[in-house]
């Protein structure tokens, strides 16, 4: 039972257009949600994160949006950039505990 | 200056062997955690100490022990390895704030082997 899900496996985007990840979420529950980067051999890397009192999160070329009512967010990342290519992973969390769920992940790769 | 390493990186071993994984965190969190990404690369939580003690523990075998002699160390003892623990194991940290709003930081994972 997959309660967080990332339905695009890979995104291909061009340097300095908008790269888009989204990720579902079924439980309602849920109300913390964060996106992390992963590079190959590296360990997850926090990027942002959104509170379900909030509807956006901005963080420099990173926006995080999140739409409780279809249990959806988003990642934009405008201008990407080649450095940008990595596995993005969004996680939720509980009021309950700190126990973090994870999506599948998205392979996004930024061509020069 | 590394926020949480794990040691060591990489591991391999015999099917039936015990060995074992650390992780230390200098951010001064009271909550680590393990978790496992198998080899479909999903990302689950094993377990999760609060001030040494065990808060979380999932569907996790016994052959799985998880020690924290102190808030800044968390520890991963496997027993009678399997073919099926093969793995990379990351371990995390974060302090929690009674918010639900708690950011995880994450080593660099141990990439074990199971031969």
């Known amino acids: 039972d997959q309660q967080v899900k990332q339905n695009s496996p890979s995104l291909s985007v061009q340097e300095g257009r908008i790269s888009i990840l989204n990720c579902d979420y079924t439980?309602?529950?849920?109300?913390?949600f964060l996106w992390y980067k992963k590079y190959p051999a590296e360990g997850p890397t926090f990027l942002i994160s959104i509170s379900s009192i909030k509807d956006k999160n901005e963080d420099g070329r990173f926006t995080v949006f999140l739409n409780k009512s279809a249990k959806h967010l988003s990642l934009h990342i405008v201008p990407s950039q080649p450095g940008d290519s990595a596995v993005y992973f969004c996680a939720a969390m509980g009021t309950s505990g700190s126990r973090l769920t994870f999506g599948e992940g998205t392979q996004l790769t930024v061509n020069p | 200056d590394t926020a949480v390493s794990q040691t060591p990186k990489y591991l391999v071993t015999q099917m039936g062997n015990d060995k074992s994984i650390k992780c230390e965190q200098n951010?001064?969190?009271?909550?680590m955690y393990w978790y496992k990404q198998d080899s479909k690369k999903f990302l689950k939580i094993m377990f999760s100490?609060?001030?040494?003690?065990?808060?979380i523990n999932e569907t996790v075998p016994n052959r799985f022990s998880p020690k924290s002699p102190d808030k800044a160390h968390l520890n991963l003892h496997i027993n009678s390895l399997e073919l099926g623990d093969s793995a990379v194991y990351f371990c995390?940290?974060?302090?929690?704030?009674?918010?639900?709003?708690?950011?995880?930081?994450f080593g660099p994972g141990t990439r074990l082997l199971v031969l």
């Open positions: 100490y609060n001030n040494k003690e065990l808060i």
């Open positions: 439980n309602s529950m849920f109300d913390y």
């Open positions: 995390a940290s974060s302090q929690v704030l009674g918010t639900g709003s708690e950011t995880q930081y």
């Open positions: 951010l001064g969190h009271d909550t």
